[in-house]
């Protein structure tokens, strides 16, 4: 076998735990002494999932189910959607007000260069020849 073929397995495990009182340890808090029939259910306690843990801190009562609080949604919902709209528009009417700002300021630098050109082509050329 060559070094390349005996690298180890990307996937270990940092830490692990044998206690079983332990929160992260993987052993179960079952008594194997008892003696179980097969007509009996067992029931296990499993940790609490991700959706479980999420929905905790959401409503209890379905919005759903009251009209009232449906409809308060709806109408916060409708208003942050006008501020957004609004906000929009703003922006737009910004932009707008600028690009009229510019336009004015690019027909000034226009005139201005066109009389810098025009001084500059009136000046006489008369000492460049030579005699």
């Known amino acids: 076998m060559t070094s390349s073929s005996r690298r180890k397995s990307k996937r270990s495990k940092t830490s692990s735990s044998v206690d079983p009182d332990t929160p992260t340890s993987d052993a179960l808090n079952v008594d194997l002494n008892i003696i179980f029939d097969g007509d009996e259910d067992l029931e296990l306690e499993r940790p609490p999932g991700r959706r479980s843990a999420k929905n905790k801190g959401k409503k209890t009562e379905s919005s759903y189910s009251n009209p009232e609080i449906l409809k308060q949604d709806f109408e916060e919902m409708n208003r942050r959607l006008q501020d957004i709209r609004d906000l929009g528009h703003r922006r737009l009417q910004t932009m707008e007000e600028r690009n009229?700002?510019?336009?004015?300021?690019?027909?000034?630098?226009?005139?201005?260069?066109?009389?810098?050109?025009?001084?500059?082509?009136?000046?006489?050329?008369?000492?460049?020849t030579s005699a």
């Open 100 to 128: 009229v700002e510019n336009k004015k300021f690019v027909v000034i630098q226009e005139s201005r260069q066109m009389e810098k050109d025009i001084e500059f082509l009136s000046k006489p050329v008369d000492h460049f």
